[in-house]
């Protein structure tokens, strides 16, 4: 690839990422969404961060190393839901998630 194939590719990239980003923020902006829209919208953050979770564990080589490893980080994640439900806190998410994983694959 040349350097103008290069600059040309770039170029069309950041001015499509604008234009995605910034004209619906020109468009809507004065005005009032529908309730539902905005619940769906709220939805959005939840469900970007549970794909990227679920990415990360559920592999498609989740048991390729036996049951236990596999299970270990469905259990730590099962215990980070918990604590997640009951404190609402993400550092104790990440210090239950941190120490329960360690125990598990203690066991």
Same mark, same amino acid.
């Given at each position: 690839?040349?350097?103008?194939?290069?600059?040309?590719?770039?170029?069309?990239?950041? #001015?499509?990422? *604008? &234009?995605?980003?910034? $004209?619906?923020?020109? /468009?809507?902006?004065?005005?009032? !969404?529908?309730? =539902?829209?905005?619940? #769906?919208?709220? *939805? &959005?953050?939840?469900? $970007?961060?549970?794909? /990227?979770?679920?990415?990360?564990? !559920?592999?498609? =080589?989740?048991?390729?190393?036996?049951?236990?490893?596999?299970?270990?980080?469905?259990?730590?994640?099962?215990?980070?839901?918990?604590?997640?439900?009951?404190?609402?806190?993400?550092?104790?998410?990440?210090?239950?998630?941190?120490?329960?994983?360690?125990?598990?694959?203690?066991?």
């Amino acid at each position: 690839m040349s350097w103008e194939e290069f600059w040309i590719i770039l170029a069309t990239c950041g #001015a499509t990422m *604008l &234009i995605c980003r910034v $004209a619906p923020l020109f /468009l809507l902006k004065g005005r009032d !969404l529908p309730d =539902g829209v905005i619940r #769906a919208l709220n *939805l &959005i953050p939840p469900a $970007a961060f549970a794909a /990227l979770v679920a990415n990360d564990i !559920l592999t498609p =080589g989740m048991f390729s190393q036996g049951i236990w490893p596999a299970a270990a980080i469905i259990c730590a994640s099962l215990i980070v839901v918990v604590v997640a439900v009951k404190t609402k806190s993400l550092i104790w998410c990440a210090v239950s998630g941190v120490a329960s994983y360690a125990v598990l694959l203690l066991i």
